[in-house]
């Protein structure tokens, strides 16, 4: 009987030059110390945020994550006519009807007027981009309401508004593709979080690293030009760093089947995952990139069907690699992971592993722990997906 298919790992190595993909308050490059010694780290957060935008302007289904709900709303209506102050308070009250909100001020000095259309969330929403013309339409149905209501002015709770709360949450529980795959904590409407099918790792070096200051000045034009006095207009620092990184997501099937089978579209698991798996091995977090231009390729992506448990081979790096000896460090943190995967394999057994294969843009042979090797990525994500069939179901995924 076959193995029902219960999770995709994906594995990446990938070389990034001098950047800073991911900093933390002060601007600095994130850092984690693992086994003992200090590694450069992209938080999952960062680089599934760019897998997700990459998502996105793949399947051109967009969501929107904003505490400025109404305001949005507000333009929606502006632009089919409605008057600038009945759709400035329209926005108002959908943004009251969520929950707790507040009105921000315009303005400076002591003279601040409060303006409907800056009423805002305590909490971020989040929902396809085309709840805000579904909220716009609700709008207009309740358009006489919103004629007789008073303008919101002090924060408040839901009870301020004067829309049907129920008509709102259930626009405000639509869900897309997106949402599906990374799921969606939404406290303040019942029945809106959606548990994520996409768990990412944060990404880490896969050796020793740490930052380099990079100190820079700002030539004046006018003075370089005219040749009247020295010196920069300006001079500064910043941080960054270089390395290899060990890159882990694993999608949860089952998950993923039970939230598309939860949306009207009730879209094709097969076509979300490979536009999902395309999405996250060949994005990268954007911090810095007009002064990097860090966009890499992957040096290894290796993905394995599975219908036991997800397994991540971090710990392949608990013991930084060193460098070969010719330099570099993708050859050896390759080396690690495929001995790491073959170990993993030996202590779990097989029978429970369904397909694992790669591809690579330089490698040409790997030890056999890492599966089939195919030429480029569409081929490899082709190949992966039909094994996710394997469920004894003919419907795939389930």
């Known amino acids: 009987m076959p193995v029902r298919a219960r999770f995709l790992d994906i594995h990446i190595i990938q070389s990034v030059p001098f950047a800073n993909l991911n900093r933390d308050d002060t601007n600095s490059v994130k850092t984690v110390l693992y086994g003992a010694k200090l590694r450069t780290r992209v938080s999952s957060q960062s680089w599934k945020r760019a897998a997700r935008v990459e998502f996105e302007k793949i399947t051109g289904n967009s969501t929107l994550r904003t505490r400025r709900i109404g ?8 632009g089919r006519g409605w008057p600038q102050e009945l759709a400035e ?28 259309n800056h009423v805002v969330t305590n909490a971020m929403i989040y929902v396809p981009q085309a709840a805000v013309g579904e909220l716009a339409d609700y709008a207009e149905e309740h358009r006489e309401a919103l004629e007789a209501a008073k ?16 008509g709102i949450d259930a626009i405000l529980r639509s869900r897309n593709d997106v949402i599906n795959l990374f799921g969606r904590m939404l406290a303040e409407i019942d029945r809106a979080g959606v548990d994520g099918a996409v768990q990412v790792a944060h990404a880490m070096t896969t050796h020793e690293a740490d930052a380099d200051l990079d100190y820079f000045t700002a030539v004046d034009d006018l003075t370089s ?19 290899t990184f060990y890159r882990y997501a694993t999608i949860d099937l089952d998950e993923l089947t039970r939230n598309l089978a939860g949306t009207e579209a009730n879209a094709d698991v097969h076509e979300v995952l490979t536009s999902f798996l395309t999405a ?3 994005s990268v977090p954007q911090a810095k990139k007009n002064s990097t231009a860090p966009h890499t390729l992957p040096h290894l992506v290796h993905f394995s069907v599975r219908g036991d448990r997800p397994v991540s081979f971090a710990a392949a790096f608990e ?10 460090n993708g050859a050896p943190a390759v080396t690690a992971l495929a001995e790491y995967a073959a170990a993993a394999a ?4 097989t029978s429970h592993l369904i397909s694992r294969s790669w591809t690579s843009p330089e490698l040409k042979d790997l030890p056999d722990a890492l599966g089939q090797r195919f030429d480029g990525l569409e081929a490899l994500i082709a190949e992966t997906i039909g094994h996710t069939r394997t469920t004894g179901d003919e419907d795939g995924v389930a």
């Not at 920069?232 to 620092?237: F, I, L, N, V």
Request: proline share 6%; no cysteine; charged share 25%.
């Open 71 to 78: 305001e949005a709303v507000t333009r929606e209506l502006a």
């Open 89 to 116: 308070r329209a926005g108002a009250h959908i943004a009251a009807s969520i929950g707790k909100f507040e009105v921000e001020e315009e303005g400076e000095g002591k003279q601040r007027a409060l303006v409907p």
């Open 151 to 166: 303008d919101i002015t002090k924060k408040g709770d839901a009870k301020a508004s004067a829309l049907p709360k129920a």
């Open 225 to 243: 030009t005219w040749q009247d006095a020295t010196g920069s207009a300006h001079m500064g620092h910043a941080e960054f760093s270089a390395g």
């Open 280 to 282: 996250f091995t060949l």
């Open 319 to 328: 013991k930084p690699v060193q460098p070969g000896p010719h330099g570099g």
């Open 346 to 349: 030996s202590f779990l057994g």
